[in-house]
Structure formats: C-alpha cells, structure tokens
C-alpha cells in the first residue's frame, strides 16, 4: 500500500486468475496490513479480500491463468474500501445472496462472508465487480 495526499494507503494489483498468485500477493497484503491495522481489523480485511479474489478466480474466470483478476484496496479516514473485478461473465449475485449453504455443505458461504465481515457489500449489474466497505474503526498508532 501507498501513501499519498488524503489516503493513508493504496494497492493496486492486476494478477493472473490463479490460486497460487492469490496467496503470493495475499502474503504482501498481510504484512503491510498488519503495520496499519489492529489484529481484529488484519483479520476482516484478509478475510473480504481473500474471498473476494479466490471468487473472481474459481467461479469468474475458471482458474483460466490467461485471465486477470483486478484488485484495488484504499484505506482512508477509517475506512478500507475493496474492488475486485474479473474478466468472467459474471453471476446472478441477487440470487446467490438469498442461497444460504447448509451445514455439511463445504462451499457456497462466500456471500454470507463478504455481508458478515463488510459493511457493505456492492455488485455491479454484471456481477464481475465486487465493491466493499469495512469500517476500520481502529487503527495501530504511529
């Protein structure tokens, strides 16, 4: 993450829609998260952002590594903001956010995760783009 004028940080990354370059830039996310943020909020912010990228990746764009998984983060004024977009066709998110998986089931909870652990939760009408908001209410001092 950058610093710049007004915004504590930033990233943007544009990665091949692999699980391998997921983990690989998940491990960048994690340290420089934890120099700016609480053990609680470390949590929720890799949480969203994993969920939202291995989504983009599994179900998006099918593993297919000839396409390209968009992340950009931006933290500012206690408030992380997560956009991911893939180069999939994208999903009926009104339907998936009514589903809710069962018990025994071993997928299918990532919209419960991205409304449990955000504050909001946007898709776009596509449903390739996902925009989150979690409230970073605090932050380790400086």
Not at 57 to 74: A, E, I, S, T, W
Not at 81 to 92: H, K, N, P
Not at 126 to 134: A, F, L
Request: aromatic share 6%; with cysteine; hydrophobic share 40%.
């Amino acid at each position: 993450m950058t610093h710049r004028n007004g915004v504590d940080c930033e990233m943007r990354v544009s990665l091949p829609a692999t699980l391998q370059a997921i983990e690989e830039f998940l491990v960048e996310f994690g340290r420089r998260s934890q120099a700016l943020l609480v053990r609680q909020n470390c949590f929720a912010a890799e949480l969203l952002v994993r969920e939202a990228l291995t989504n983009a990746v599994v179900h998006g764009c099918r593993q297919n590594p000839d396409k390209q998984v968009r992340c950009f983060l931006r933290l500012r004024a206690g408030r992380l903001l997560i956009a991911v977009a893939d180069e999939g066709e994208g999903f009926d998110w009104h339907t998936a956010r009514r589903r809710q998986a069962g018990t025994p089931d071993s997928s299918g909870r990532g919209m419960e995760i991205l409304h449990r652990y955000a504050n909001h939760v946007h898709f776009n009408d596509r449903g390739n783009v996902v925009t989150m908001i979690k409230q970073i209410g605090e932050r380790k001092p400086e």
